[in-house]
C-alpha cells in the first residue's frame, strides 16, 4: 500500500508551480483551498441531505404505551375501591 504522506506531498508540489504565477507579495488561498473548500461543501451537502432522509422516516407521534395505560387503569380502579 502507498504512503499516504507521499501522495499528498506529490500532489502539493504540483501544486506549487501554480502558486508561483501569482504576486509574491500577496497571499491567497490557491488552488489547494478552492478544492479543499469544495470538498467539505460536497460533504456536507451529502451531510444534510442524509439527514433529511432519516429526519422524513422519524414519526413524530408518540403511540399510546401499553404497560403505562394498564398502570392508570388500575390505579384508577384502586381509587374507586377506597
Known sequence: MPDMS???SLAVTHLVPLAKEVDENKVTPGI???IVFAV???A???LMKSMNKH???VDFKE???ADAEQGREQAGSAA???
Open 6 to 8: 507521499a501522495s499528498v
Open 63 to 65: 403511540s399510546p404505551d
Open 32 to 34: 489547494l483551498g478552492f
Open 80 to 82: 374507586r375501591q377506597r
Open 40 to 42: 467539505m461543501a460536497v
Open 55 to 57: 429526519m422524513q422516516k
Open 44 to 46: 456536507v451537502w451529502g
